[in-house]
């Protein structure tokens, strides 16, 4: 126990000596975000921090992923600590891209910046030495899962199989060997609090487009078939079927259009949109998957139109470790308080950290260290002390817990966790979401 003690004391030090630094990268990426299978500027600060950090450096991981090992050379368990690189698509965001509306509305410039804190204090050779195992720092690209056209197309082209970057590297091989993962997100719950447990919705993807019949919008639209109208039909009838939606089941479908025709007196001809369907268990996930498909074909039997659905496997279901939670919390705590470390409710937001938990024990804590509406134009990080060198204090003095002592603690807690399946059966059944089908009256 002492020992441990000494090893987060050296650790914490060691954090405090550089927390300017690791502040002004996480507001650096702030200032210059990119999308899923973008980070390309974001990837290479990573890889080039890791490389001077003395770590083994992979890069080009699904397109712009990167891995730092750090190597202990005594066996022990592997643990994956996780930060995310991309950035969402929101458009007046005070730090948006002005050419592309890139910005982090979610915090995920905090989350490198809290893993980059638990690799500087654990590169530390007085706390190196102390631990045994492994430690991979995954910088995993694509966790908002968006612009499904242009990831549609990186399928299509071979670069990318699923559109989640973790996904990819689960896929890649990347968690063969990985016995723990954990993850710090940025949450707007109670502020100057890290939020433990809880759990997240999972969901399907799905593009689809209507096919219609260009005419003269004024002169002779008798002639067309209106794509757009078959568009509205089919958005109608979605939310005739939200009243057998389940509350338990915590469903939600939300379509947006992304091209509503080519030109203003032309009868639309080509409409297309995206839609999640997200729900807290897969079963629900596939009855209303169903639901949403018979709606978008009403859309397009009621007005003579084609429509072409297509769907990709989204996120599974997060389910946290409360094992692992519970070593986290004593952490947490001593950095914080007992009675700011709260319990986290059930979300019906979805992450890759999803499919994370169904392979390893995991946990994805928040430091709840922000303003506004997630995914707003006005959600920003206040307290970057609490979401990048706390939340990573925290993360840091976990994995010693976990690797300390010869890795007792990590050994029990992997080899206690029921994995809900193997890597070959999850790829199995996320391949078993996707479809590609085209109807017509």
């Known amino acids: 126990m ?10 914490s030090s060691t954090v405090n000596q550089r927390s300017d630094e690791l502040e002004r990268i996480a507001r650096d990426i702030l200032d210059h975000p990119e999308s ?4 390309v500027r974001t990837s290479k600060l990573v890889a080039d921090w890791f490389r001077d950090a003395g770590l083994e450096v992979q890069t080009g ?3 712009t992923g990167v891995i730092g090992m750090l190597d202990t050379g005594k066996p022990g368990p592997h643990i994956s600590v996780m930060g995310e690189l991309d950035s969402l698509i929101v458009p007046g965001h005070a730090h948006a ?3 592309t509306g890139a910005a982090h509305a979610c915090g995920h410039h905090a989350q490198i910046g809290s893993m980059l804190t638990v690799a500087a204090g654990l590169t530390e050779p007085s706390v190196k030495d102390g631990l045994v195992g492994k430690i991979s720092f995954m910088a995993t690209p694509a966790e908002e899962y968006i612009e499904l056209e242009y990831r549609e197309s990186l399928l299509e082209k071979g670069e990318i199989e699923f559109f989640g970057g973790k996904q990819e590297f689960i896929k890649l091989g990347f968690f063969n060997d990985v016995d723990i993962a954990m993850l710090t997100h940025t949450g707007g719950e109670t502020a100057g609090t890290l939020g433990i447990g809880g759990s997240n919705n999972g969901m399907i993807g799905k593009t689809v487009q209507y096919i219609g019949k260009a005419a003269h919008a004024g002169g002779s639209p008798h002639l067309g078939v209106n794509a757009l109208n078959a568009a509205h039909l089919g958005l109608a009838a979605i939310h005739a079927q939200r009243e057998t939606f389940r509350d ?4 939600r479908v939300h379509p947006i259009i992304t091209k509503g025709g080519a030109a203003v007196n032309s009868v639309p001809a080509d409409v297309r949109i995206e839609t999640y369907v997200r729900a807290s268990n897969v079963p629900a996930i596939l009855n209303t998957s169903e639901k949403v498909d018979r709606a978008f074909r009403a859309g397009a039997l009621a007005t003579g139109a ?3 659905i297509t769907t990709n496997p989204g996120y599974l279901p997060a389910k946290y470790d409360e094992k692992l939670t519970d070593i986290y919390r004593h952490n947490a705590a001593s950095l914080i308080g007992d009675d700011n470390v709260i319990r986290l409710n059930h979300s019906s937001g979805c992450t890759d950290m999803g499919d994370v938990s169904q392979i390893v024990p995991t946990i994805q804590p928040t430091a709840n260290a922000t303003s506004g509406n997630g995914h707003g134009i006005d959600y920003m990080v206040d307290n970057y002390d609490l979401a990048v060198i ?3 204090k925290a993360m840091g003095m976990t994995v010693i817990d976990l690797l300390a002592d010869n890795g007792e603690k990590g050994r029990k807690i992997s080899g206690s966790f029921k994995t809900p399946m ?3 059966e999850y790829l199995s059944r996320m391949r078993g979401f996707r479809s590609d089908a085209t109807y017509s009256e």
């Open 390 to 392: 706390k939340a990573g």
């Open 306 to 308: 084609q429509v072409r």
């Open 2 to 11: 002492a020992e441990r003690a000494n090893l987060k004391s050296s650790f």
């Open 248 to 251: 338990a089941d915590t469903v």
């Open 422 to 424: 193997s890597i070959s």
């Open 36 to 39: 899923g299978y973008r980070e």
């Open 61 to 63: 991981i699904a397109k």
């Open 97 to 99: 891209d002005t050419d």
